[in-house]
């Protein structure tokens, strides 16, 4: 089967993250706003081209304090940064329906290359005979590998916020007409 073009489903997709807090807890956190671009063959992601863009300004910890300080310079700079994006550069099968999509992950300005497990969760037809799939897709990222430092020290040792941020999305496509 050749690779066809999806139409992401913002409404039936989520873009979350957790990250250490205080050394004993995890905060989560999610993105409202977000869009992809994926052509793909279901069956075999090997050849798909997949592109994601994140808008940092979106980002809701269901605390407006800590979302406005995110957005701040501290952490996203969303006014001067106000997409991450990921381009896939190597897509390789580890199993059925498994995959290790690695890429180049952009956030403040900063290029580095992460790797994501990727699996392809099912396709079928919705009510209205749309053709959909799904998948999901996990990894993590060090943020001061993107210029996220700003951290403060606790007194019982350690240190406010954690530098690994897990990363987990689910997505829906439609195919696109």
Same mark, same amino acid.
């Given at each position: ?13 989520? *873009?979350?993250? /957790?990250? @250490? ?8 956190? /999610?993105?409202?706003?977000?869009? =992809?671009?994926?052509? =793909? ?13 994140? $808008? ?5 910890? @269901?605390? #407006?304090? @800590? ?12 006014? +001067? ?8 550069? +190597?897509?390789? %099968? ?13 956030? @403040?300005?900063?290029? #580095? ?9 099912? /396709? ?8 959909? *799939?799904?998948? /999901?897709? $996990?990894?993590?990222? +060090? ?9 403060? =020290?606790?007194?019982?040792?350690? *240190?406010?916020?954690?530098? %690994?941020? #897990? ?7 439609? #195919?696109?007409?």
């Amino acid at each position: 089967m050749t690779n066809t073009k999806w139409a992401l489903d913002a409404a039936h997709s989520s *873009v979350d993250f /957790s990250v @250490r807090h205080m050394m004993i807890a995890n905060v989560k956190g /999610s993105f409202e706003n977000f869009s =992809a671009v994926i052509e =793909a063959d279901p069956a075999d992601l090997t050849t798909a081209k997949i592109e994601f863009s994140v $808008e940092t300004g979106s980002v809701d910890t @269901r605390n #407006k304090d @800590r979302d406005g300080h995110l957005v701040s310079a501290d952490f996203f700079d969303a006014e +001067n940064h106000p997409n991450m994006t990921f381009k896939a550069t +190597n897509i390789v %099968k580890t199993g059925e329906g498994e995959y290790d999509v690695t890429g180049d992950l952009t956030l @403040r300005g900063v290029t #580095k290359q992460e790797t994501f497990a990727v699996t392809f969760e099912g /396709s079928g037809k919705d009510p209205w005979g749309n053709e959909k *799939v799904g998948f /999901s897709a $996990e990894g993590s990222l +060090n943020r001061s590998d993107y210029g996220l430092v700003w951290n403060a =020290a606790l007194e019982t040792g350690g *240190v406010l916020v954690g530098d %690994k941020v #897990k990363i987990n999305l689910q997505i829906q496509a439609a #195919k696109a007409e």
